[in-house]
């Protein structure tokens, strides 16, 4: 089993920047692939990001591809999500989750973290 905690959300102005962290704990960081997902208030869950378990290979929803970013670093056990241009329409809650092997949101993961709000005023 392995332990999810996202960090780095917050509020930030249209055309911003932020940066989300996913810490892992637990079983072996790379044996996982990882993705984000986001939810907005009163929608469904979605993909974002996805990246293989050693980085080489990312895959990115339409909608994020081209501002954001994913990447990891397998020494620190951590995620990032390196969101730029953002935009009013990318307030969600976002998460990190962990998966075996799927890391383009085809299939659901193994493990959730807890989510960081991330809220982009206009």
């Known amino acids: 089993q392995v332990q999810l905690v996202e960090s780095g959300g917050g509020l930030v102005q249209a055309g911003g920047s932020l940066r989300l962290s996913c810490a892992a704990s637990g079983r072996t960081f790379s044996a996982y692939v990882m993705t984000w997902f986001r939810q907005a208030t009163g929608k469904e869950r979605e993909f974002v990001a996805g990246i293989s378990w050693s980085g080489s290979s990312t895959h990115y929803a339409d909608s994020v591809k081209g501002r954001f970013t994913i990447s990891r670093d397998n020494a620190k056990n951590t995620m990032y999500l390196q969101m730029n241009s953002l935009k009013p329409e990318d307030t969600a809650v976002y998460y990190c989750?962990?998966?075996?092997?799927?890391?383009?949101?085809?299939?659901?993961?193994?493990?959730w973290g807890q989510g960081t709000q991330v809220t982009v005023s206009s």
């Open positions: 989750a962990a998966g075996s092997s799927d890391f383009m949101g085809s299939r659901p993961p193994l493990y």
